[in-house]
C-alpha cells in the first residue's frame, strides 16, 4: 500500500521526536534504529525509506530538535531561571539536546557536529540580543552566561548529591542574575555620569 507524501512527513516528524528523546535520554551508541523506530510505532524495516544511516538520523534528530529551541525571555537572568530550573534537570529526554549530548557528540560523525556547532551559533545570536551592553559585550556575555548555564546543567544532572545539584543551579543562577544585574548598574551609572 502506498503511503501519501503528507504520511510520509509525519512518520518522519515522528522518528525524529522519539530519536531525539530517546538520544537525550540514553545516549547516541545505546539508542539502537530498532528502538528509535519501536518508539515511533514504526517497523524497523521502513527506517531506510526516511534515513541513509543512523549518522543520518542523529544528524537530522539534532537539527529537529536544536530548531526548536524557544525564544529567550527579555534578559539572560530570566532566561537563566528558566534553564536552569530543577524540572529542566529531571527532564533530560526534553531537555536540553546540547546539556545530554554535547560530550557524546564530538566523537560523532561530521553531521551531528556540524548540527550542533550550527545550533550553538544560533543560540549565542539569541542570547546577544538579549544580554547588556556594547556589541561585542553582548556577545561576551552570551557565549558566558550559555556557557555558564549548559555546565551547570551537566553538572547538576551528574552529581548524585541532591543538595549540591539543587546548589549548583541555584548558585549558578544567582550568578547569573548579578552579571546581569551588574551590566545594568554601569550602564545606569555611566548615563547618570553624562
Known sequence: ?????????????????AAGRLFREH????VTVADVMKSAGLTHGGFYGYFKSKDDLIAQALAEVLG???TPPADLATYGARYLSSDHRNNVAG??????????????????????TAGLKAQIERLSRIAPGTPAHKRRAAIGSWAAMVGAMILARMSDDAELSDEV???TRAWLA???????????TRKSAR
Open 27 to 30: 545516549g547516541f551508541d545505546s
Open 178 to 188: 548579578a552579571q546581569d544585574q551588574g551590566k545594568s548598574q554601569v550602564r545606569t
Open 68 to 70: 526548536r529551541a524557544a
Open 1 to 17: 500500500m502506498k503511503v501519501s507524501r503528507e504520511q510520509v512527513l509525519e512518520n518522519k516528524r515522528t522518528i525524529l521526536e
Open 169 to 171: 543551579l541555584n548558585e
Open 95 to 116: 531537555g536540553c539536546p546540547v546539556a545530554a549530548l554535547a560530550s557524546e557528540t564530538t566523537r560523532q560523525t561530521g553531521g551531528a557536529r556540524a548540527e550542533m
